[in-house]
Nanobody
Framework: VQVVESGGGLVQPGGSLRLSCVAS????????MRWYRQAPGKERELVAG????????NYADSVKGRFTISRVNAKNTVYLQMNSLKPEDTAVYYC????????WGQGTQVTVSS
């Protein structure tokens, strides 16, 4: 089983990034996918989630209207489009697959700074 995030980096406030998470080794289309983040000194928090077929999404209040989660089951991939980024979005972002089992990626760093 592999869950691999990519797309993080350094961006200025107001900028955009798109994170990708590619999964393998399990039936991706049967799993709810979520993005979490953890800032230094803070607990890991749920950012966004998407149902197995992609028909339902949910977001943390802090990112509503700025972030969009999506998935392409044929590519075993989930995305997080992040717009209007703020310094407080700085964190390590983790991809999580939840279904019969619970799988996590290693994370990708997002830094929002001028």
């Amino acid at each position: 089983v592999q869950v691999v995030e990519s797309g993080g980096g350094l961006v200025q406030p107001g900028g955009s990034l798109r994170l990708s998470c590619v999964a393998s080794g399990f039936t991706f289309s049967s799993y709810v996918m979520r993005w979490y983040r953890q800032a230094p000194g803070k607990e890991r928090e749920l950012v966004a989630g998407i149902s197995s077929a992609g028909g339902s999404t949910n977001y943390a209040d802090s990112v509503k209207g700025r972030f969009t989660i999506s998935r392409v089951n044929a590519k075993n991939t989930v995305y997080l489009q992040m717009n209007s980024l703020k310094p407080e979005d700085t964190a390590v972002y983790y991809c999580n697959a939840r279904g019969a089992n619970d799988y996590w990626g290693q994370g990708t760093q997002v830094t929002v700074s001028s």
